[in-house]
């Protein structure tokens, strides 16, 4: 039998809590990590056409009602990590140096992200790679991630727009930054997820070696 709205319990133990957060957004928390969780595993076993929303509360031990208080549909909650990963390169990003170019800030921001004792890079995390690599090839799973793609890269751009001073409708620099910084990031992710990497090399260092790439091609395209 599911748990009501006011008992509803994960499967998992509880999280340490976290700063600032009081007993009732701890649990919405533990609740939104049990569906997300959910999401990914019946989805990486059954495949996403076969998985119902019904299912992942079910899985989750929760009702229909609190998955919809959550998310909007299977693909956003086994895609939350991504967003949340978004937010805390946003968040990164903004105790960078202001004197720091911003490229620079950007790629170090990811380097923050990716070396967070706290949260693990996605390659220590069980099944992202897997689900990742879904992505490519499920329109729909396609459609979301750029969704959360979009969103954090337009909070990337407010960010370096503040730190330059600058207004991002009419200085296109912000954008152009951005666009370059968090390309490189997806390609390096969606190269990672298809094995194009060394195999002892880790997440972190494949990224790296993605910037490289950039600034490398970058120096040579110069004007003439």
């Given at each position: 039998?599911?748990?009501t709205e006011s008992t509803e319990s994960t499967p998992q ?157 009419r200085d296109q620099r912000p954008a152009v930054i951005v ?40 120096a040579l395209a110069g004007p003439r």
């Amino acid at each position: 039998m599911k748990a009501t709205e006011s008992t509803e319990s994960t499967p998992q133990a509880p999280a340490p809590g976290r700063a600032g957060e009081d007993r009732r957004q701890r649990k919405a928390r533990q609740t939104r990590e049990a569906l997300a969780d959910a999401a990914i595993d019946l989805i990486l076993e059954h495949g996403l056409a076969a998985v119902t929303v019904e299912a992942i509360a079910e899985r989750a031990d929760v009702t229909r009602r609190t998955f919809s208080r959550h998310f909007g549909g299977k693909e956003a909650a086994a895609l939350d990590f991504t967003r949340a990963d978004g937010d805390r390169i946003n968040a990164a990003l903004r105790t960078r140096p202001a004197d720091e170019p911003p490229l620079a800030a950007y790629r170090a921001a990811v380097q923050d992200w990716l070396a967070d004792p706290e949260t693990p890079g996605w390659h220590r995390r069980p099944r992202t790679r897997a689900l990742l690599a879904l992505v490519d090839t499920e329109p729909a799973l396609f459609a979301a991630y750029e969704g959360v793609r979009v969103d954090a890269q337009d909070e990337s751009v407010r960010i370096i727009a503040d730190r330059l001073g600058t207004d991002p409708v009419r200085d296109q620099r912000p954008a152009v930054i951005v666009g370059a910084a968090a390309g490189v990031l997806t390609a390096a992710l969606r190269s990672w997820a298809r094995g194009g990497h060394a195999d002892d090399e880790d997440l972190a260092a494949h990224v790296e070696r993605a910037y490289d790439v950039l600034t490398g091609e970058a120096a040579l395209a110069g004007p003439r």
